[in-house]
């Protein structure tokens, strides 16, 4: 059994803590939250500290706080030679204070504060200095996920821009298509079949093959029709910009 600390109280923080729990690979030892009381619900509260100096042994410590916060936060850890991650998408492994062996345990998925997830299906993007750290990395990230991939800092910048691009950016433009529903008396919902064949069908086809639409077939019929019922010009931009690019590569291929 490896004994894990877990450095953080948000989002990722909280579901690496529902995650650990259920494994029997490895034990939550400790949890640091400059709020305690954030995580009672989920851990007991003498395995919960806000005080570095309190922070205690471990196998290995998880930083899982914002971007900006990770390289203070690993120059705080009471230990030397002790082998620290961070769950970043973004920050290079190199960020990590050079006191302690350095690694990246990065869940890739959006995580939401009240929505569960099954963590078995999340890609686990690992990273490490050496062979044996890495090893030992592959070993956690198989106790609660199906899916370890071995993955450099350059890699997961690149990763972590389609990301953006495949969740956030989406998540934005199903946004804005709420908005349209809404202010013309009609139930978001009924997108959710559309919405929902759109993200399977790309398991089976490239989104080059999956992608329709009117931009696809350069209808501009359609959409100039479009946008002539926009009213919003950032809709109208936004709506402008992604044809023009579905056009454009429609003439590369």
């Keep these: 059994m490896i004994q894990v600390t877990i450095i ?85 492994i190199d960020n990590l204070s050079s006191r302690n062996r350095k690694g990246v345990f990065y869940p890739l998925q959006t995580f939401s504060k009240d929505k569960k997830v099954n963590f078995k299906e999340i890609p686990v993007c690992l990273e490490a200095q050496n062979e044996e750290d890495y090893l030992v990395l592959e070993s956690v990230a198989k106790s609660i996920s199906d899916k370890p991939f071995n993955i450099s800092s350059e890699q997961r910048k690149a990763l972590h821009v389609a990301a953006v691009f495949s969740c956030n950016f989406v998540n934005h433009l199903y946004r804005i298509g709420s908005e349209i529903c809404t202010e013309n008396n009609i139930p978001f919902e009924i997108l959710y079949p559309l919405i929902e064949e759109t993200a399977d069908k790309i398991k089976f086809l490239s989104p080059e093959e999956a992608q329709t639409g009117p931009a696809k077939r350069n209808d501009t019929t359609t959409i100039n029709a479009h946008l002539n019922f926009l009213q919003d010009n950032t809709q109208k931009e936004i709506y402008k910009l992604l044809t023009k690019s579905i056009i454009d590569n429609g003439k590369k291929l």
């Design 8 to 92: 953080g109280s948000g989002n990722v923080a909280r579901h690496l803590i529902s995650a650990f729990s259920q494994s029997s690979f490895v034990e939550i030892k400790q949890v640091f939250a400059r709020q305690t009381e954030t995580l009672s619900h989920l851990i007991p509260s003498e395995k919960i500290t806000n005080n570095f100096a309190q922070i205690q042994e471990s196998d290995l410590y998880i930083i899982s706080v914002t971007d900006q916060a990770i390289e203070s936060v690993s120059a705080q850890i009471p230990f030397e030679n002790k082998l620290v991650v961070h769950t970043s998408g973004t920050v290079s």
